[in-house]
T-cell receptor
Framework: DTAVSQTPKYLVTQMGNDKSIKCEQNLGHDTMYWYKQDSKKFLKIMFSYNNKELIINETVPNRFSPKSPDKAHLNLHINSLELGDSAVYFC??????????????FGQGTRLTVV | GIQVEQSPPDLILQEGANSTLRCNFSDSVNNLQWFHQNPWGQLINLFYIPSGTKQNGRLSATTVATERYSLLYISSSQTTDSGVYFCAAPDMRFGAGTRLTVKP
């Protein structure tokens, strides 16, 4: 009974293609995030959504577009894939409190390889 | 956003040794988390610790929010403790991590 699940786990694709990564959480959280982890292991936040509303939008190429159909899902669509997009992408979720967010949980990651 | 600095960047221990990892924040925090990324890439929750001290087996964490830092203590380290340890600020920005290698 996975709390935060991402699909696919592995994705190999050619440069120039468009691909999507899906994320779903069953924790009842209202906030979801996407991270990119490069080869040096740095976890960089890309986006966060709260109740389907974009909250954080870091300096990310506009080829990356998050889509949140409901608060349990946050998908990441990437257009015109480039070699530099190769990385592990993580989804996470938490609950926004009045004064403090709750504990966040991560999916297992999606390893994207662009060839 | 809050800047997060972790130290040391790398740490090599002999099995059985103790260690302290540190996380400094650029502003006071009202919650923070420690994670362990194991060699298979999984991000495992260790502590959600807004303030004070928590213990879980051989691991414990202390956060002093007003002084903008948190410490993670690992006692009697084991080879399975190897991996990267991250702390995350309330806005879910991460430090660069501490890469721990425990040798048998």
């Amino acid at each position: 009974d996975t709390a935060v699940s991402q699909t696919p786990k592995y994705l190999v694709t050619q440069m120039g293609n468009d691909k999507s990564i899906k994320c779903e959480q069953n924790l009842g959280h209202d906030t979801m995030y996407w991270y990119k982890q490069d080869s040096k292991k740095f976890l960089k936040i890309m986006f966060s959504y709260n109740n389907k509303e974009l909250i954080i939008n870091e300096t990310v190429p506009n080829r990356f577009s998050p889509k949140s159909p409901d608060k349990a899902h946050l998908n990441l669509h990437i257009n015109s894939l480039e070699l530099g997009d190769s990385a592990v992408y993580f989804c996470a979720s938490s609950q926004e409190g009045r004064t403090v967010n709750t504990e966040a949980f991560f999916g297992q990651g999606t390893r994207l390889t662009v060839v | 956003g809050i800047q997060v600095e972790q130290s040391p960047p790398d740490l090599i221990l002999q099995e059985g040794a103790n260690s302290t990892l540190r996380c400094n924040f650029s502003d006071s925090v009202n919650n923070l988390q420690w994670f362990h990324q194991n060699p298979w890439g999984q991000l495992i929750n260790l502590f959600y610790i807004p303030s004070g001290t928590k213990q879980n087996g051989r691991l414990s964490a202390t956060t002093v929010a007003t002084e903008r830092y948190s410490l993670l203590y690992i006692s009697s380290s084991q080879t399975t403790d190897s991996g990267v340890y991250f702390c995350a600020a309330p806005d879910m920005r991460f430090g660069a991590g501490t890469r721990l290698t425990v040798k048998p």
